[in-house]
């Protein structure tokens, strides 16, 4: 999808939704507390939509999360009124063939948990690329053959993988961000 299509409201398939920009948080900053303590929290405060992190260790990790417990967290989100807006990842592409098999998993489970947290709707899932900015130029053709496996992990999981240049990463500019959208695309 493109981000032309994004900004247009467009969706996944045929039908259209209104674009709606609301006021987000991620609870990356809510680790201590219970799912339903941080919904809570997020909906008085006045957020519109939540980030979801779901990398390994979370309390939310994709792969740790039941069935049970992830139609409890899609009712909690159902109930407060919060939009799932975005699932955190935190998966380097800049690895060897072991884990770069991994991070497709993880993006696979990802793609399940944003479709079930949210069907009508799924969260986009978001992640840095790791990385040093002085190995740029070193990685960025691996980085962008890792990428071409994750665009088609999206594809078939019907999903929307968002990367973010990122200050300490080796994609740390916006003009690495374009080179490798045009790689991939």
């Not at 939540?50 to 009712?75: C, H, N």
């Not at 969260?123 to 053709?141: H, N, S």
Request: hydrophobic share 40%.
């Amino acid at each position: 999808m493109s981000i032309a299509a994004l900004a247009m409201g467009e969706t996944r398939g045929d039908e259209r939704r209104p674009a709606k920009m609301g006021l987000g948080f991620s609870l990356y900053g809510m680790k201590s507390l219970s799912i339903d303590d941080g919904l809570k929290t997020c909906r008085e405060i006045g957020y519109d939509c939540v980030e979801l992190p779901i990398q390994a260790d979370w309390p939310w990790d994709s792969r740790a999360l039941s069935r049970d417990e992830t139609k409890r967290i899609g009712g909690l989100l159902e109930r407060t009124g919060l939009r799932l807006s975005s699932l955190m990842e935190n998966l380097h592409v800049v690895v060897d063939d072991a884990r770069h098999q991994d991070n497709l998993e993880r993006l696979k489970l990802a793609a399940e948990l944003a479709h079930a947290l949210s069907p009508k709707r799924p969260a986009v899932i978001e992640t840095i690329l790791g990385g040093k900015p002085a190995q740029w130029e070193d990685v960025r053709r691996q980085m962008a053959d890792r990428l071409k496996d994750w665009a088609r992990v999206a594809e078939e999981g019907n999903a929307v993988i968002a990367i973010k240049p990122h200050v300490g990463g080796a994609m740390h500019r916006p003009e690495h961000a374009l080179w490798l959208l045009e790689q991939v695309d």
